[in-house]
């Protein structure tokens, strides 16, 4: 796909000026991030994914400024970097920083420019770097290595000992990639206390404010299959046990089910501070109320408004071959996201609707969500950096309905404090949620250059 795998593009930057400062800092964060983009690791769960390259890649960049790392396969070319960045006190908690080398797919028909091209280019609004990868998350990756390497060219030390980690395939699941270190290599998560990574940090703007939205948990992710058995038939005859009518009514009921907003402590600090934002008392937050707060995040409201309840989505029906057979089985899949702790509430909920209809539910995947302490160390450590960063903003926490690699490591210690902190100040008006996985994915240099300055700031004083 016209892609350079020769890393060729941060040999510039890597040799240049070290006493240019902030301005070596903000290009480095554009140059890896795009050089990152330009390795194709589009992962569409078949195993073809290799991010071994792009992990060489960013081994021959710590090791420029005197990093060493472990390179780790799960599998041939699948590949996990781990590298230590030594702090002033080691008796302190790690603080980890992860980011994935995986994307997932694009269609090339389907975009504007070669989505592992690396373009540069405005979209009429911003100075754009174009590119599967752009924000999910070689964004992260690119500007994580660029404040490390500008830490270490400086001569200074983090205030705690950093673990830098990129994680293969957790686009498919994280199968070879945190999950599989999470079973195979506990010993690469020892000492950890803190993690920041996908998917929160960028900037919104909500009452005429401008907002940065981190997260701070994620919910659980519950995926179902449906089965339905009934009469097999010849589509001539009247048949009163269609498995397709079956499961087509289930997944009626799961579409009609309401879920009320539950609130937890972050979601009732986030309302709180919307509410304070339009310049209202934070309570009381009753379902019509907090209808309205969301409406008052814009392009974020998606992820502010799925934040707030457990969900249920049809995504798939699948039954019969021809128009005159009524089958004997008709299967459907559904994708649940549970508020955290409601993960067994929100299964039984699926079974006891779709009995009804006589319809058997089986888990796919079942993943606990959870919720880091928004009055903790980590939390208010971000919120001090985007201040110090960005005075005139205010931080919003928020509950992510994705899941993230964060997961896997908080099975491993649960007190662990995970925040999504990707720090973007994007223009007014840039939908960065809509460009999640979306065609021509995209992010603006300065918030890449932002971003750069932010993580160098909190890498070094958190
Ligand atoms: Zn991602």
Redesign the pocket.
Known sequence: MGATQDGSVVSGPSRSIAADGAALLEREAVDLTRGLIRFDTRNSGDGSCRELPAARWAARLLEDVGIGSTIIESEPGRANLIADIAGEDPSLPTLLVHG?LDTVPADPSQWTVDPVAGEIRSDGSADCLWGRGAV??KNMVGMSLAAIRDILRSGEKPRRNVRFILFAD??AGGFKGSEWLVAHRPEVFAGIGHVIS?TGGFSGTVAGRRVYYVQVGEKGTQWFSLSAHGRQSHGSQINGDNAVVKVARAATRIAEHKWPADLNPVTRLLFGRIASLLGEDASPLDGSRIARLIEATGFARPWVESSVRNTFNVTSIDAGSTVNIVPATATGLVDGRALPGQEDLVYDVLRRIVAEEGVDVRPIHRSRGYLSDPDGELFSGIERTLHEEDPDALVLPFLSSGGTDGKAILRLDPSIQVCGFIPLRVPDGFDYIGKFHGIDERVPLSALRFGARTLRRFILTF
Do not use: A, I, T
């Open positions: 994935h999910d998350m957790e686009e996908e």
